[in-house]
């Protein structure tokens, strides 16, 4: 069964640092893209980052550049988020995806990062 499982959300500090990690089960990453999506309260979901199976990586939100950085390893079937000097807007539900070959799309249960003092 295809499962993606998000960690490593929590409350941190303004410019604190978390690394989200996204693990997939039940299929391999090593055809697809995968990123990151995020939804604040009361707002719609956005785009982040994301990652071609070729490495070739996709910035959606200038407001995460410099900050945000995006890899994955495809033999250990994970992608990770590193988010660096964060912001109290960066406060969202995030969500990992992957966009498999054939053009399906999978979606983790999300992380919860609050970031406020």
């Known amino acids: 069964q295809l499962q993606l499982v998000e960690s490593g959300g929590g409350l941190v500090q303004p410019g604190g640092s978390l690394r989200l990690s996204c693990v997939a089960s039940?299929?391999?990453?090593?055809?697809?893209?995968i990123g990151w999506f995020r939804q604040a309260p009361g707002k719609g979901r956005e785009g982040v980052l994301c990652?071609?199976?070729?490495?070739?990586?996709?910035n959606y939100a200038d407001s995460v550049k410099g900050r945000f950085t995006i890899s994955r390893d495809n033999a250990r079937n994970t992608v990770w988020l590193q988010m660096n000097s964060l912001k109290p807007e960066d406060t969202a539900v995030y969500y990992c995806?992957?966009?498999?070959?054939?053009?399906?799309?999978?979606w983790g249960q999300g992380t919860q990062v609050t970031v406020s003092s």
């Open positions: 995806y992957i966009l498999n070959s054939i053009g399906a799309t999978y």
């Open positions: 990652i071609s199976s070729r490495g070739g990586i996709t």
């Open positions: 039940g299929f391999t990453l090593d055809y697809s893209e």
